[in-house]
């Protein structure tokens, strides 16, 4: 099996969109991947291929100048199998400054348990983003990130 985490090129939005739910019924959504690849707000999209296979992608941008990671997802037939985590310690060791943040629905239980496994804290809350569902923002500083990673042999 042929692990890989690369930047996105052209040539990868389709796969996206293909995996991202939101993607499927939302036009917009076609936009701000394709201007996000193409470096639009200083962002950047990444991609996990396994054996050929885009199963996972995210979406760094910035947040008040600090990096923050706008959209992370898994294809559902690749979810639970560290994929997501593995694209976000991807991102995490090459941050550049000293917190990442990034942000999720409250009703998202499945990004909250990812987050505060890996390390994050709440970091604040928005309301009147999405109705009902306030938007939940997380933050890790760099020497957490640092402290979890294990040094080499
Ligand atoms: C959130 C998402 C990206 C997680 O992707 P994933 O590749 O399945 O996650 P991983 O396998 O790397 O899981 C890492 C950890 O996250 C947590 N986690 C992941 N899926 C979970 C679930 N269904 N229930 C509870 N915890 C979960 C666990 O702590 C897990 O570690 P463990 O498997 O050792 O217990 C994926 O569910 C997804 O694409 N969801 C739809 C899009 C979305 O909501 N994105 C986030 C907001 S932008």
Do not use: C, W
Not at 11 to 24: F, G, H, Q, R, Y
Not at 84 to 89: F, G, I, K, P, T
Not at 107 to 124: A, C, D, I, P
């Amino acid at each position: 099996m042929s692990v890989e985490i690369r930047p996105a090129t052209a040539a990868d939005l389709k796969a996206i969109l293909d995996i991202d739910p939101v993607a499927e019924v939302e036009e917009r959504r076609h936009d701000y991947v394709s201007l996000a690849m193409r470096g639009h707000h200083s962002r950047d999209v990444r991609v996990l291929i396994i054996d050929e296979e885009l199963v996972g992608y995210a979406i760094m941008g910035e947040f008040f100048g600090h990096p923050f990671l706008e959209r992370i997802v898994t294809a559902e037939p690749h979810r639970r199998r560290g994929v997501a985590a593995a694209l976000m310690a991807n991102i995490e060791v090459g941050i550049d400054g000293d917190r990442l943040f990034v942000s999720t629905n409250e009703s998202n239980e499945t990004m909250r348990e990812l987050l505060v496994k890996r390390g994050y804290r709440v970091s604040g809350m928005v309301e009147n983003l999405d109705p009902g569902d306030p938007e939940l923002f997380f933050v890790i500083f760099k020497s957490v990130i640092d402290a979890q990673v294990e040094p080499a042999p």
